[in-house]
RNA sequence: GGGGACGUAGUUAAGAUGGUUAUAACGCCGGCCUGUCACGCCGGAGGCCGCCGGUUCAAGUCCGGUCGUCCCCGCCA
């Protein structure tokens, strides 16, 4: 029943031909996409990595193939051997790339059966993805998917040869390394030689790509596998890829235009997109004053303005008593909104209640003049001053959330973002990209009771607030920046700290002691003793990066096989339980009880 | 840890107030068909209604729990 492969070869892809073909003999090779079977003329789709050809069994060519071509069935595996000739009068087919020819077929080989796949293999499959994540090399086989995935590996080669053509070393860095404290979640790993002891996977390489810049490397580059054992989203899994480096001797303005440069590459290569540089710069306490984000969407306006001033000594009192509390009063004005009927308003203001705002007021400028629930409690001169510094006209909208920054930053920039996606304000195949710079160094973390680093311990603080470290730590602006695209962060880094007077400073800000310093990273400190270069990088999530180049609407869909939010992986089972005998090997026990 | 959506045939979905044989489309199987390309026509098979328990004369439908998938908050230096 099934044929072997014999001496047979592939002489084409099934993009490849073309009129310019025709006459000629060709052995294609793939799977059965679909077959019309006209009882006299069989049309099968033969599918390969490439592309998509018709074949054609007629009797009159040869009976034994269109004999057998009748038990085809969809990805059933055949080899043709064929000529091609251009399609008849009328009958191309335009969607096809080979849609002018098909090749009729003289001898066909049916290399491998296959059950009925559980969804049919197609871009536009119906197929939920649980499904496609239990079938996944069924929904690898998804034209859409090797497009991604092919658009990953372009995109990796073409990084490795950048940064090599710019002097930089790929270092391949352990994967069982130490536990580090701070940050996500580790996945540990038992040693068996080493009862009761545990490797830690990376959550990234940081601290040996600043030893490889001690060790003189000057410029390291790794594509990366990091592990964090942290919730799931769309845009996270446990183990994720970085492009990782680090350079010595240089500023944050080398990094910048490092980088400009390899992204300009990436997207004129890989999607055609010319972008200029440099990327707009934007401090960190500017990002959240017009954005309430640190990671803002610059393809659109809809801007936070700062009202407080203003309305400080109104009559409203959700403000009046908002600012007393040291809150800001902060406003959006979405041009034509004031279309939005009462239904709307409300979505939007349970919308902000999300993140923590009492409510939310609104003004809508109508023609004949204001209307809304506060208007009354504005004065003629408040009104003229709200409604120069937010440049409302005529149709437009203003909200005001009054609350404490966060709460006010919080919602409104995640308010800005809801407007821009509900009234259709995003450009389609936009990219906007903005450096983030100057983030504070510390933040103060109620439930601990103490500081830790907004980026890592590493991280050096601007040399100008240096002073601050110890008088006002929350004070202290970092070295530290990220790109942002399209309103997600891609790549994050600093220039670091890489002296050891300055280093333990920090740690004694965090609160952590000389000796769990010295526990923790007594390597690193020893290391900064032994002629440490100034030095930083920066690190990029390759995945996220490629789901915004594909469009792509989660980052499971870039990654080959992807794991469910609970971390699992619907095709191997992983994770499971382990044997018994692992288990005793490794001398742990497991106690599920009481969880 | 919390909030939300979903779970019915191989797949995707419909099943109002609880009611007797659980629908549809696509797919699958058989037959016919020499110009289809989402081929067409005729016929057919296919169901632990996620799982467990409860209410009821009666549960896909109501209640409780549990498992799974997705989205979000917390978390992700």
Not at 20 to 34: D, F, I, K, S, T
Not at 458 to 485: G, I, N, Q
Not at 558 to 574: D, E, H, N, R, Y
Request: glycine share 8%.
């Amino acid at each position: 029943m099934l044929d072997p492969l014999g001496e047979w070869k592939k002489t084409h892809d099934c993009n490849t031909l073309g009129l310019g073909h025709a006459g000629e003999q060709v052995v294609l090779m793939g799977w059965v996409q679909r077959r019309r079977d006209h009882g006299g003329l069989i049309f099968v789709d033969l599918r390969d990595r490439e592309g998509i050809t018709q074949v054609v069994f007629d009797p009159q060519a040869d009976a034994l193939a269109h004999e057998r071509a009748h038990g085809l069935r969809s990805e059933f595996v055949i080899a043709v051997r064929g000529t091609v000739r251009r399609r008849p009068e009328g009958m191309t087919n335009p969607k096809l790339k080979t849609g002018e020819i098909e090749v009729l077929v003289h001898d066909l080989k049916i290399l491998n059966v296959a059950k009925t796949p559980p969804f049919h293999i197609e871009d536009d499959t119906e197929a939920s993805e649980s499904i496609r994540l239990k079938y996944r090399y069924l929904d690898l086989r998804r034209p859409v998917m090797q497009r991604n995935l092919i658009l990953r590996h372009r995109a990796a080669f073409l990084t490795r040869n950048y940064f090599a053509d710019h002097g930089f070393v790929e270092v391949e860095t352990p994967v069982l390394t130490k536990s580090t404290p701070e940050g996500a979640r580790d996945y540990l790993v038992p040693s068996r030689v080493n009862p009761g002891k545990f490797y830690a996977l990376p959550q990234s390489p940081q601290i040996f790509k600043q030893l490889l810049m001690v060790a003189g490397f000057e410029r390291y580059m790794q594509i990366v596998k990091c592990f964090r054992d942290e919730d799931l989203r769309a845009d996270r899994q446990p183990e994720f890829t970085q492009l990782d480096l680090e350079m010595s001797f240089i500023h944050e303005e080398d990094v910048f235009a490092l980088i400009e440069g390899w992204i300009c590459r990436l997207f004129q290569e890989l999607l055609g997109v010319e972008l200029s540089t440099p990327f707009p710069r934007m401090t960190y306490a500017d990002a959240m004053n017009r954005y309430g984000t640190d990671r803002p969407d610059t393809r659109f306006g809809l801007e936070l303005v700062d009202l407080t001033e203003i309305v400080k000594d109104c009559d409203f009192r959700v403000f009046r008593q908002a600012v007393e509390s040291g809150g800001r009063v902060k406003s959006i004005c979405l041009p034509g909104g004031s279309r939005l009927s009462r239904k709307d308003l409300d979505d939007l203001i349970e919308f902000v209640q999300g993140f923590g705002a009492k409510g939310m007021a609104w003004i809508k400028v109508q023609p004949d003049g204001w209307q809304s629930p506060i208007t009354k409690f504005l004065s003629e001169g408040v009104r003229g001053a709200i409604a120069e510094a937010t440049g409302a006209g005529q149709g437009d909208i203003l909200f005001f959330v009054a609350d404490q920054p966060k709460v006010v930053h919080e919602s409104l920039g995640n308010l800005r973002n809801r407007l821009a996606r509900q009234m259709n304000l995003v450009e389609d195949g936009a990219f906007q990209f903005c450096w983030v710079t100057h983030f504070p160094l510390l933040e103060w973390d109620p439930d601990e009771k103490r500081y830790v680093a907004v980026h890592h311990p590493f991280t050096a603080p601007l040399e100008e607030d240096l002073p601050l470290l110890d008088e006002a730590p929350e004070k202290v602006r970092s070295r530290a920046y990220d790109l942002v695209l399209n309103g997600t962060e891609i790549g994050g880094g600093s220039i670091r700290i890489h002296r050891q007077d300055i280093q333990n400073k920090m740690f004694a800000a965090l609160g952590i002691g000389p000796e769990e310093a010295a526990e923790k990273f007594g390597f690193l400190l020893d290391a900064l003793q032994f002629g440490a270069p100034p030095h930083g990088g920066i690190a990029f999530g390759f995945d996220r990066l490629l789901m915004l180049m594909s469009g792509a609407a989660s980052i499971r869909d870039v990654i080959a096989f992807p794991k469910t939010q609970k971390a699992t992986c619907l095709m191997s089972g992983a994770p499971s339980e382990a044997d018994i005998n692992q288990l005793l090997e490794l001398c742990i026990r497991v106690e599920t009880e009481g969880r």
